[in-house]
């Protein structure tokens, strides 16, 4: 069912004949439209109605009675008349409507139409009682100026909404009713949109290319989704309804099927307060051992369930296989080299630019007006997260500097290392440096990024040893150290006590696994449980640096398979038996996903196809491409996460950081495998890909200041420009220890972004909001920050309240997001 219902409050209606004028306040404006909507939705009619007299029309479609047929009959009649008489010098005057009979309405679906009559012929008996108590005489009531200029603006709405109703009419038949599976329109979706000044493009074909090529784009743009979707459901990881629903041919974005994007989180009951602090975040819990055996075939594991000795059953799990995703792949990269498809994107990307840009002139004071209504929420109390910070340098560097002068002061006594068989005691290391505390300084530490680091990863890494010393990094910020990372798990509670001081800012630290060694996994769980490494404001993913040629040349591995053994045999291993790794088995629940780290801009083999060697075959010192150890990193998760769906326990997603320096096939990879990507930089030169980004709202935490230390100057920052175009983007610090001053580093990320790139309050809350979205907390803890239905689509899932993003913002980007999709949805329609 579609309505159309435009009227024009502004301005005076023609109802009866061109000489009879009547007034329509706002109020009955929208019973008028309340009411036909109700009806029109129980009839299942399409109407389209321009003024009051379209309105008589629609009263006779929806089954008056016979006396108000009798009114209209009359009217046509009286019109005729007028036509038929000659002109002559004299005015005719108006029949009075006195001499048409008051008479009672009554509608079978709903008595309300009653009182929406009765209005109606009153105001008019009061409009003509007056004239002709006044004046005997008629005068016009109106200069002859402003009833021009009133019947030109009424001309251009019935023209461009006679043009809405044949696209839109267009579009049914394309989509016919036999298509459809679900029309229910819930009532509070349509009547409680925002009102703002939209921007809208009339026109069948308004995407600006010849129809051939907006074909040929749809389609290749649809495939690529489509494979998308295929991976995230490969991972159990997330992928947005609303797009899911416009790759299937027989939905429309309306239909009543679920909106909420998949999550694991339970759906429990909406919590009114915040949810109760864990008491005891490591207390064990009742899952029950299962007898399994894991082996790895091609560089993946599959697991063998012995629950009977004489007839093993082999666990069934799907995940692509390697010669699928290096097909895909390259089908990708054809795609991206399309050139009618690069101009068709460059064009959207370039109007949706420039439909914000308009968006923002006409409603920035209304979001504005729409923020300070709101009590108590504004940007420093609305909940953030910083998606993307390393552990290893998540505090500033006078917080480092305070925390190593006051252990030199308390612990100096204790035995830190072991240096050619002899202990040494945190003194002796520091008078080996000739170092003491009052000499120690913020530039001596030497731990932030300068000019000098610009494109220099190599120089940026030796940022991480203060003092420019590998042995004092070991000491404070390592966990598997002599000491069992005791300094590096009191400076880091210092930080997460600061962020649960602060309240509204949360943070995803990052946690090294290298794949070494297989207890790697048994001493970093001890570690966090040791020392209570808990906070509700935190939730942890695990980095695993793309090193595997340092291993190699240092024979610590033979070859990448045993890379691939030491990251994910304990994890299967724990999650068949939570017994065989208890800290494992606790430190998980609160582990939300998978980094891939290292220096992107580092050249690599191009030459990526299906003969690649398999993980157990390379052996050479060679480093594996991105796009290798992406896959292979998301075909184990995809297993793991099945297996551990199945035995009830929270799973994983993929998070790595892509698009900072490199080939764009980092960003192809990442945009079939990763459910968040970080830095995506590369971006900004591939429009195809970019308008990909944006059609699956793919996740994008950005660093600008990290980027202008490494890579790219703050001016040239893409953020403002992803953000302008709806792209799903949130502010992370990346390293505050190297990049930032403050004791706030998430906040000293949004201040100067908001300075630099001009961004208002609403843009911040808009990120802050993303940001929620896009990490790994639990669902309970989302719904009181954002809401108890912010997993709905469009204004439904916004409260402002809560997030202070104003609903026009959101039903912008939602209108905006449902055109785009329609854009290329509706033409392959027309194509098949």
Known sequence: MLLFFIVEVSYFATIINSKIFCAIDVEFVFRIKQEVYCVAKK????????????????FLEFKMEDTIKKIAEQVEKNDKENKDEPKSGSQTPSPSLAEIPSVKIRIETDENYQKV??????NFKEKETGREISAPYEVPHFPIEKNESRKIIQRQLSSKAHLELLEKQSYDKALSDE??????????DKLFVPDFQRVTVGGEHCSGVPLEDLQQASSILQQALKLRQKYMTYA?????AITARFLKPKERHWSSSSTEISKNEDQEEVPVTQPPTVQDPWQSDSVQDMNCEFHMNLGVYYGVWVRDPEEPQQLQFPYPSFEEFVTDLHLMGAMIADGPLKSFCYRRLTYLSSKYQLHVLLNELRELAAQKTVPHRDFYNTRKVDTHVHAASCMNQKHLLRFIKKSMKVH???VVQVKNGKTRTLKEVFEDLNINTYDLSVDMLDVHADRNTFHRFDKFNAKYNPVGESS???????????VRGKYFAAIL??????????KYQNAEPRLSIYGRQKNEWDRLAQWTVSHNMYSDNVRYLIQTPRIYDVFRSNNLVQNFQQILENIFLPLFEVTAKPSSHPELHLFLRYVTGFDSVDDESKPENPSFDKDVNPPLQWTDKENPPYSYYLYYMFANICVLNHFRKSRGLNTFVLRPHCGEAGAIQHLISGFLLSENISHGLQLRKVPVLQYLYYLAQVGIAMSPLSNNSLFLNYHRNPLPEYLSRGLNVSLSTDDPLQFHFTKEPLIEEYSIAAQVLKLSSCDMCELSRNSVLMSGFPDKWKRYWLGPNYTKEGVAGNDIHRTNVPDIRVSYRYETLIEELSTISYSSLLQS
Do not use: G, H
């Not at 009559?117 to 009153?122: C, G, S």
């Not at 159990?236 to 947005?240: E, K, M, N």
């Not at 004092?472 to 002599?482: C, G, P, Q």
């Not at 509670?493 to 602060?502: A, M, N, P, W, Y």
């Open 43 to 58: 009839t299942k009619l399409r109407v389209f109605c321009t003024d009051l007299s379209s309105l008589i029309n629609l």
């Open 117 to 122: 009559a009765e209005t109606i012929i009153q």
């Open 179 to 188: 298509d459809v599976v679900d029309q229910k329109v819930p009532l509070y």
């Open 236 to 240: 159990i990881q997330s992928f947005p």
């Open 412 to 414: 100096s006594d204790d």
């Open 472 to 482: 004092l990094r070991e000491i404070y910020l390592k966990t598997d150290n002599y």
């Open 493 to 502: 509670k210092e930080v997460f006590s600061d962020l649960e001081e602060s």
